[in-house]
């Protein structure tokens, strides 16, 4: 699923924001702020903590931005970056780790294919703990594997998957109950 960080930028672009030309820097930020507010937004459910994200993720972008070595590279660098702020608000913050097992879809394999026919998804994942919501969004939207999940939150594999599964049966539940209509 394509969510805008693959745009095909003009590397001088990208070099003169790099040398700080404000100009090209505004450029960056108009092309890339919908696919950042987007991320951000699905990572910390909350509109202004979102738009906060966006900012503190564009100033360390231009500030960090002479050193990333491959211009073509910018697209998937600044959403690892986004990723990271989002991740490092996580901090200090518990993440949900608690499950209602009486929640879990028995067949949450099809819980893919249940969410992907929902106009609104988003109503969904902010009902998901933080780390669940993060694993969904990033995995199926951002397209992070789950080795690079495990890595990005410091988890074994295997309990990325575990989690993740578990976030689209809690997903497919409320889904197919009508629940999301009540979320916020």
Same mark, same amino acid.
């Given at each position: ?92 913050? =518990? ?6 097992? %009486?929640? !879990? +879809?028995?067949?949450? @394999? /099809?819980?893919?294919? #249940?969410? $992907? ?43 990325? =998957? ?6 689209? %049966?809690? !997903? +497919?539940?409320?889904? @197919? /109950?009508?629940?999301? #209509?009540? $979320?916020?």
């Amino acid at each position: 699923m394509a969510t805008g960080f693959a745009r095909d930028i003009d590397k001088d672009v990208i070099r003169r924001a790099a040398k700080g030309q404000r100009r090209a820097q505004r450029q960056l930020f108009e092309v890339f702020y919908d696919p950042v507010y987007r991320l951000a937004l699905a990572m910390t459910r909350h509109e202004a903590d979102a738009r906060d994200l966006v900012q503190d993720a564009f100033i360390k972008a231009f500030t960090a931005l002479p050193s990333l070595h491959e211009p073509g590279a910018f697209g998937g660098w600044l959403k690892r970056l986004v990723v990271n702020l989002a991740l490092d608000g996580f901090k200090g913050r =518990r993440l949900e780790q608690s499950l209602d097992s %009486a929640e !879990l +879809a028995p067949d949450w @394999s /099809n819980a893919t294919e #249940q969410l $992907a026919v929902l106009d609104d998804i988003d109503a969904l994942l902010v009902r998901l703990p933080d780390l669940e919501r993060a694993l969904v969004w990033l995995y199926t939207v951002e397209g992070f594997e789950h080795r690079e999940l495990a890595t990005l939150f410091a988890m074994k594999e295997a309990a990325v =998957r575990q989690r993740y599964r578990r976030a689209l %049966a809690k !997903l +497919a539940v409320w889904a @197919s /109950n009508g629940d999301w #209509q009540d $979320a916020g």
